[in-house]
Each structure stands twice: as structure tokens, then as C-alpha cells.
């Protein structure tokens, strides 16, 4: 299995900035993505950003140009530096591992708080 382990998030007004750190321990597979994904009241998990293993980075349109995923591979960490936040960006967010190896799936952290007041 996988553990992961989430830092950082809080109360920030809009314009502002948070950074959100990730540390992935256990069974990580060769192959896999890590990154970040949020939820916000009512709303279904959404995909903010992720790198695969390869090192190729995929952002949600709505994060683009503020948002940047820094992923270290030798520490198994993910870091989220937010920029710009808008009050749309309020959500609880979940570091994520998908490992594409045995042992298959998704992987989730316990979520941090991040709510950005206008």
C-alpha cells in the first residue's frame, strides 16, 4: 500500500499564495502519477494538477499560469505552489499517487483545507 503524507493549506485572502506538500511512502509503483486533485462543497474530485513518472505535467485548465506541481522522485515528494488564488479555488485538496503497478490504483492523502476569501 501506499501512504501518503499532506502539508501546508489554510486560510488565505484572494490574490495570495499557498504552497501544499506531499510526502508518498510504501509501495510505489515504477510507473505511476503524483499529484493533486481538490474538492469543493457539492462538487465531485477534480484534477488539478499531476506528473507522470516520466516527468510530463498536467495542469486543469482553470489552474494554468498560477498553479505549478514540483515532484522529486528520489524523495517521493509533490509540491503544489499556488499562485493567484481565487476564492474559486477554495476546496479541500488531496495529494494523490496512481500507481500503474502492482499494487494497482489510486492512493489518497487525508486532504488539507484551503479556502481563499475574497
Known amino acids: 500500500q501506499v501512504q501518503l503524507v499532506e502539508s501546508g493549506g489554510g486560510l488565505v485572502q484572494a490574490g495570495g499564495s499557498l504552497r501544499l506538500s506531499c510526502a508518498a511512502s510504501?509501495?510505489?509503483?515504477?510507473?505511476?502519477?503524483m499529484g493533486w486533485y481538490h474538492q469543493a462543497p457539492g462538487k465531485q474530485r477534480e484534477l488539478v494538477a499531476t506528473?507522470?513518472?516520466?516527468?510530463?505535467?498536467n495542469y486543469a485548465d482553470s489552474v494554468k499560469g498560477r498553479f505549478t506541481l514540483s515532484r522529486d522522485n528520489e524523495k517521493n515528494t509533490v509540491d503544489l505552489q499556488m499562485s493567484k488564488l481565487e476564492p474559486e479555488d477554495t476546496a479541500v485538496y488531496y495529494c494523490?499517487?496512481?500507481?500503474?503497478?502492482?499494487?494497482?490504483?489510486?492512493?489518497w492523502g487525508q486532504g488539507t483545507q484551503v479556502t481563499v476569501s475574497s
Open positions: 506528473e507522470t513518472s516520466g516527468g510530463r505535467t
Open positions: 494523490n499517487v496512481r500507481n500503474f503497478l502492482p499494487p494497482m490504483g489510486y492512493y
Open positions: 510504501g509501495s510505489i509503483s515504477r510507473i505511476n502519477d
